[in-house]
């Protein structure tokens, strides 16, 4: 059974951000996979393809939890650009015993392509948390969808994942 | 522009072209820098083992970019990636580097699939798919699910 404290997060938006996607961060992004998919590289040849510009690899907006209040290096709230609540359910169930936390797997649907300089606003909200019992004790299941928009208020991507913690 | 696959071209049981990889130390350090993840059970041996991991980790969301990039590769600039998902079942390790641009002998991972069901959606020409990353061994450590939009001839 998990305590209050961690349920109560469950339907909570933990946080909301807007960013901007930058060429350059593309390029690095594709590059550190072994990318070189020309649509996401060539200027010229993205210009005649159907995008007309270059775009994000599916995924780019990638972890959706990166900025939040509890994940490896949150921003220093003070001067933090992003709207999140003050502590997440990762902080809360690691004062529960569960220290340890691994990635567990990710869900994408994709509606519409990400060009750079697109600005895309991010909702992130916990949709479940579960226990189980595994070989060395107790795992909780934290699942998380994050929802991405556009400057044009057009939905983008929904991004679910799942962070194991033990 | 480059080879374009047609929904026509495939039917159920058709393999998506694999895509090998090698991780490295150097590619999960440019992947932290890239991706944001700063997470030191993908660096730093002592954290690593403090977490149960034994070493340094590949990054799940480097292996799920593997994948999509199979997928992207696979269904050309006229395809669509539409629906995704994989799992980080099992852990792997990266290479060390020999040089510094060259990476120890050891394992190669290889991202596969295969489609399990072709299907129209409207007008829209789709096809499911199973995927999966094999380690050196052959053991499946991330295995998921893709959904494709292709164009059609017809």
Known sequence: ?166 | MRKQLYWEDIEVNSEVTPLSKVATTRMLVKWAGASGDFNPLHYDEHFAAGQGVGHPIVHGALKRQWLVQLMTDWVGDLGMLKRFSCQYRAMDYPRPMKTQAQAEEGETWWCKGKVTRKYTEGDQHMVDCEIWIENGKGEVTTPGTATVILPSRG
């Open chain 1, 1 to 166: 059974m998990l305590p209050e404290e961690v349920t109560r997060y469950i339907g909570k938006v933990l946080g909301v951000r807007v960013f901007e996607v930058e060429k350059g961060a593309i390029k690095k992004f594709a590059d550190s996979v072994g990318d070189y998919n020309p649509l996401f590289w060539d200027d010229e040849y993205a210009r005649d393809s159907r995008y007309g510009s270059i775009i994000a690899p599916p995924g780019f907006f990638g972890w959706p939890g990166r900025w939040l209040p509890d994940m490896t290096f949150p921003p220093n709230p003070e001067s933090s650009p992003f709207k999140t609540v003050e502590e997440g359910p990762r902080t809360v169930l690691a004062r529960h015993g569960f220290s340890r936390n691994l990635d567990g797997g990710m869900e994408y649907e994709f509606f519409l392509p990400v060009r750079a300089g697109d600005a895309l606003t991010a909702e992130t909200i916990v949709k479940d948390i579960t226990t189980r019992e595994g070989r060395t004790g107790n795992i909780a299941f934290v699942t998380s969808e994050t929802t991405y928009y556009n400057q044009n208020g057009d939905l983008v991507a929904k991004a679910t994942a799942t962070q194991i913690n033990r």
